[in-house]
């Protein structure tokens, strides 16, 4: 009889716990978004939590917590409540270059985060301000070795996706530009269709709506193959510079210790986020490729990471130096 009391009051907590748990979200969730509004990470970020708030039943209202290259924001959601209701909007950048390049780092991306899916690959695109007389890379590059100490890009900071792009493609050329670093390519777009710097390497997300509109010149797809959104424009071996592809995946995470139950609920989400006609479309439409079913998942995320880090640590260290977290 004992026995069976006792069964039948584990049940009641067992069930009362996962009650608990399936009641997630309680309270509207904060999506991070580790770099200034208006950018590529935070334009995707905006329409997954537009459309994750309707799956979720809450809102996902996202917040810009943006400096040092995007581990401000990364650090604050490694030290959140593990509780689903901070995630965060993390790529290639804040994830993988940032581990390789800052001996000092706040977080490790494979253990302080919980890892919930990879979410959209994007190709970054080469891109100079309007006023550069340049019409193909071979032009470009010419340009720059004749202009080098004038000669500025931008990027959204040491360890950033466009940093990381804009080694790559000076590496390619043998030359060595200024950087200017801003909170996020969002600003920095301005600043470069204003023609106050000269050139960025950033997801071509970005920088879609601008070449349409002709208000910056598109010079190359850092990828090996064409983007249908941006059909005219070359490939990086096309171009010249073949090897320097560089694709800023972008993953959803949430802290370390997120339980299974709320990773779950999370990922459903996302998943039916990438079902929606309308989100397809417009992550298409902005040169994004959707990830196959595949490379979903929390294992399928954590897989490539390690993957990436092997990767990209030798590429990184042969084009950027080590540094120290300000
Ligand atoms: N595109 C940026 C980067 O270079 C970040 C952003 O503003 O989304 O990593």
Redesign the pocket.
Known sequence: MRTLILAAAVAMAVSAGADAQTAYPSRPVTMVVP??AG????VVARLFAQNMSRTLGQQVVVENVAGA??SLGVSRVARAAPDGHTLLMG?M?TQIANMILYDNLTYDSRTDLEPVSLVLNVSQVLVTKKAMPVDSFAQFADFLKRNQATISYA??GVG????IGGMLVQSAIGVKNEMIGYR???PAMNDLVAGHVDWMA??IT?AVPQIRAGTIRAIAVLGDRRNPSLPDVPTTAEAGMAGANSN?WHAVYGPKGMPAPVVEAVLKAVREALADETVKARLVDLGGDLPPAEAMGPAALRRHMDEELARWTPIIRSVAEKTTLQ
């Open positions: 770099f200034a950018g590529p990470t935070d290259a995007g790529h950048g990027t959204a950033s996706g466009s940093h996020g390519t969002g950033d997801q970005n800023i």
